[in-house]
């Protein structure tokens, strides 16, 4: 039986960005239907422009946790201004990324920005950032029905990604969705969420 509105705006308020995880396997069965149910999204002329890699393998999520943190160390130097630092603090989010070798499955998400025809020609893909978010969504609160907590990590950039999974060229990732049973002993950041005044108003 569907949720009312009231029980699924309760269910949603509870979900929350988890940044440790315990060991505890993922079922891939569980799995599997979660990446199909993020395959139903509504998309740009129905040409379904993801792709979504599961690493399980410690040796793979090393590879990526080692070039993350690399990417993470520059970006923390170099590239972060004042103000989004003092955003993140807020998160305590710093160059040190344990969740990715922590957390049983990484899942690398990828944009295809164009296609490739039989003939070679590129065909494009359309509003495929769009596409790819309400996907991402869908797939969140899937994982999020199994009882799997989610961080949606977006280092920057992210094309290590691409290289270290064999994907083409024609794919862009976005962010590596990490995913497993939440650990208790994480310590929510107190953040609150905007009323619906500020969201949003009715002509
Ligand atoms: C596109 C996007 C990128 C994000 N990137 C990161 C990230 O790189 N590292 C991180 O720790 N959290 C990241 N987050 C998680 C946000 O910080 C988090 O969703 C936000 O603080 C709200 O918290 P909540 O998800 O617990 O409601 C990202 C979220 C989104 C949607």
């Given amino acids: 039986m ?10 949603s308020r509870a979900r929350r960005t988890w940044r440790k995880f315990l060991s505890d396997a993922v079922d891939m069965d569980v799995l599997r239907d979660c990446i199909l149910t993020a395959g139903t999204a509504p998309n740009g002329a129905n040409l379904q422009p993801w792709h979504y890699t599961i690493v399980t393998d410690p040796e793979m999520k090393q590879r990526i946790r080692t070039a993350a943190e690399a990417v993470e160390r520059e970006f923390y ?5 004042d103000k989004w630092r003092e955003d993140l603090d807020v998160l305590k989010v710093n160059a040190e990324k344990p969740f990715l070798t922590e957390a049983p499955c990484l899942i690398a ?4 920005n164009f296609r490739f025809m039989e003939d070679g020609s590129r ?31 977006t ?3 992210a094309t290590f990604l691409r290289e270290l999974l064999g ?4 794919e862009t990732p976005v962010m590596i969705l990490v995913v497993g049973k939440p650990d208790p002993s994480y310590e929510l950041p107190p953040i609150t969420k905007k009323s619906f ?3 949003a108003d009715i002509i």
Avoid at 2 to 11: F, H, N, T, Y
Avoid at 109 to 112: D, L, N, P
């Fill in 2 to 11: 569907p949720l009312s509105s009231k029980q699924l705006l309760e269910e």
């Fill in 167 to 170: 994907r083409p060229q024609n």
């Fill in 77 to 81: 130097a170099k590239k972060i201004s």
């Fill in 155 to 157: 280092p920057a950039p």
């Fill in 197 to 199: 005044e500020e969201i």
């Fill in 123 to 153: 065909a494009p893909n359309y509003y495929v950032p769009t596409s790819v978010g309400i996907s991402l969504g869908l797939l969140i609160n899937a994982l999020r029905n199994a009882g799997y907590a989610t961080l949606t990590y």
């Fill in 109 to 112: 998400v990828f944009e295809e």
